[in-house]
């Protein structure tokens, strides 16, 4: 026999050899909650917990604006971009930043621009003629020779040096590997 003393508390009595037993029944309820899912974000900081790590312009820019909880859309719009185009930025894929964009985003990020640029874009930041120059020279090979060796012209070569055009990442890619 019960005896409900409230919602969740009951007496229990049973007979036993001609006595009566009492025993105390409580009903207690848990609430199952479900397995936190991981955003994107959590799941990004579990796997990269230190900007170290990063070797990508793309996921510099990810880690920073995921440590400063900041929407894709927020950046673009502090840097003067479409969202599509900032969405493209966070790309692994994608290969050059544009230096006046990425100085508005560190701005942002409040971090310094070096702290977003992989190899490649630093090698631009830093000045890509000079360091060609000083690489075709430590070959001791002419303008020519050089682009010969590249699979350019010299005229292209010429243009890297001035800072005229920027040099492919494929190609800066190639002539980092030769120089090592």
């Known amino acids: 026999?019960?005896?409900?003393?409230?919602?969740?508390?009951?007496v229990f009595s049973n007979q036993k050899n001609g006595q009566t037993i009492y025993s105390p029944f409580a009903i207690h309820?848990?609430?199952?909650?479900?397995?936190?899912?991981?955003?994107?974000?959590?799941?990004?900081?579990?796997q990269y917990p230190n900007p170290a790590m990063l070797t990508t312009t793309a996921d510099k820019l990810r880690y920073y604006r995921?440590?400063?909880s900041l929407l894709q859309r927020e950046v673009a719009e502090y840097a003067g971009i479409n969202?599509?185009?900032?969405?493209h930025y966070?790309?692994?894929?994608?290969d050059y930043y544009p230096i006046d964009k990425l100085s508005r985003i560190a701005e942002l990020l409040e971090v310094d621009i070096t702290d977003l640029l992989d190899e490649y874009n630093r090698f631009l930041y830093d000045g890509q003629g000079w360091q060609i120059r000083k690489i075709r020279k430590s070959m001791g090979l002419t303008q020519y020779q050089f682009g010969k060796l590249y699979g350019v012209s010299a005229g292209a070569v010429k243009r890297w040096e001035s800072g005229k055009v920027r040099v492919t990442k494929g190609t800066?890619?190639?002539?980092?590997?030769?120089?090592?």
Do not use: C, G, V
């Not at 800066?172 to 090592?180: G, L, P, T």
């Open 172 to 180: 800066w890619e190639r002539i980092i590997k030769e120089k090592n």
């Open 66 to 68: 995921y440590k400063k």
């Open 1 to 10: 026999m019960f005896l409900k003393i409230s919602d969740s508390l009951y």
């Open 29 to 46: 309820s848990f609430q199952f909650l479900r397995p936190k899912k991981l955003t994107d974000a959590e799941k990004f900081n579990i």
């Open 90 to 94: 966070e790309n692994p894929e994608h």
């Open 83 to 87: 969202e599509s185009t900032y969405i």
